[in-house]
Every structure is written in C-alpha cells, then in structure tokens.
C-alpha cells in the first residue's frame, strides 16, 4: 500500500512539472518577453536575444532593437504614421504587425520635385534620416550588405533573420512550416505571399532604387521601382551608439 502511494504521488508530482513547464514555455516565449503592450500577431520574439528599446519621440510608438555585429536595427517594422503613408491591405491592425509602407521618395525624405529637377538621383550614396526616428536612418545598400554577410551571407540570411513563425517553403514532400529561425533577433515578418521587401536609401537611378527583398530563405538586393510601398528598417546611427 505504501508503495502504491509512493509511486501514485511520484505521478501526480511529475504531471505537475510537466503542466507548469508548458505554462511557463507559453509564457516566456509568446508573452513574458511578448509585445511592449501590443499584440505579437504569433510571431514570438526569441527570448535568446538581449534587446534593446527604442521610443520615438514623434508619436512615443515603442520599438524592440537588435545589435547585430557592429550595427544596431530595429527589431521590427518602421509604423510612423507618415502623410501618404499606408497600411498593408488598408488595416490599421496590419499596420501593428507589418509596419506602414512607404515610397521611396517618402522614405528617404526627399522632396520629388527638387529631386527629379536636379538629377539628385546622381548624388553621392550619403546617410538619410528619411522616415526614421532621430538618431536613426534608412539603410544604404553597403548596410543591408553588411548585415547579410555577418549572419552567413545571402543564400542563408533569409532563414537566420525571418522570424520563427510564419514562413514556409514548399518541397517534394510537400509544405514546411515555420523555415525561419531568427537567430539574430532581427525578426522579419513574412507578406502574404511570403516575401518580404524593405527600402535602401541607396539610388538606382531615376526611377529606381536599391530595395532588399526576402524569401523563405535568402536575400537579393535589386532594384526597386521608386513608386512602390514598401516597409522599412532603419539602423541606428554611428555617433548615436
């Protein structure tokens, strides 16, 4: 009889472990270090990474940043509410889980007029603030270069920076779920036909630019018409750090 009793609550102790550790698993990865406030969409962050924090002081909207090699991102989509700015399928709550999409021009902080008078898609490859937050700009192509190369290079930074849930790639076997694996807390979201494209403030001409565009498991770099929406990433500046 004692013995039955000894292994009756030997069960019951381990069941226990195993609902609490369930519990906290949930916990820890979708909500404990979860969404600042704000929903996660199901898409956890990884709870491997120290992020940091970024506040724009425009509007106070919190974001989540990664440092990354030498440079510092942001953890998720740019979601200023910038004139002539939209939302992923006119939804104010896909804006909360992709960001908002900008053109070119907007993105970059150019005024079109000035810019197409003056050939100013000639200009030298600088840092532009653009839509970014102060002490934050639009990456230039030799960034999102840079940060394609520390996570392993372009055939592979797809899958190290997309998220952990979300992507898919199909194969002969059939559809593979959640291809991603974050690695480096960078977080990319898949769009609805699993991509995703993000700006450069890099020129490509005069009506084209340099756009950064991911699948379920690389990165190209290519040019981009300048009158798409696309999102947005920006990198913390040198001097800010």
């Excluded at 970024?54 to 440079?71: A, C, E, M, N, W």
Aim: glycine share 8%; with cysteine.
């Amino acid at each position: 009889m004692m013995r039955s009793s000894f292994w009756l609550a030997l069960i019951l102790l381990c069941l226990s472990l195993l609902t609490s550790c369930r519990q906290y698993t949930a916990t820890y990865f979708e909500n404990r270090l979860g969404d600042l406030g704000r929903k996660t969409y199901g898409i956890p962050w990884n709870p491997f990474i120290s992020y940091g924090t970024l506040i724009d002081v425009r509007d106070g909207h919190t974001y989540r940043t990664v440092k990354i090699g030498r440079q510092t991102w942001m953890a998720e989509n740019l979601n200023y509410n910038a004139k002539e700015s939209s939302c992923p399928s006119n939804s104010e709550d896909s804006c909360g889980k992709y960001g908002r999409s900008y053109n070119w021009i907007l993105a970059t902080g150019r005024s079109q007029s000035v810019y197409y008078k003056s050939e100013g898609w000639k200009e030298r490859d600088t840092i532009r603030q653009g839509v970014c937050p102060a002490d934050w700009h639009v990456p230039r192509k030799t960034e999102w270069e840079s940060l394609v190369n520390q996570v392993g290079g372009d055939s592979i930074a797809g899958t190290a920076l997309n998220s952990s849930h979300g992507w898919f790639n199909e194969s002969n076997q059939g559809r593979i779920q959640n291809v991603g694996t974050d690695s480096f807390g960078f977080r990319n979201i898949p769009e609805v036909i699993q991509y995703a494209v993000f700006w450069s403030s890099s020129d490509d001409g005069p009506s084209c630019s340099i756009g950064v565009r991911f699948d379920d498991s690389s990165v190209v770099i290519w040019g981009i018409r300048k009158s798409d929406y696309r999102s947005v990433r920006c990198v913390q500046n040198e001097q800010a750090k």
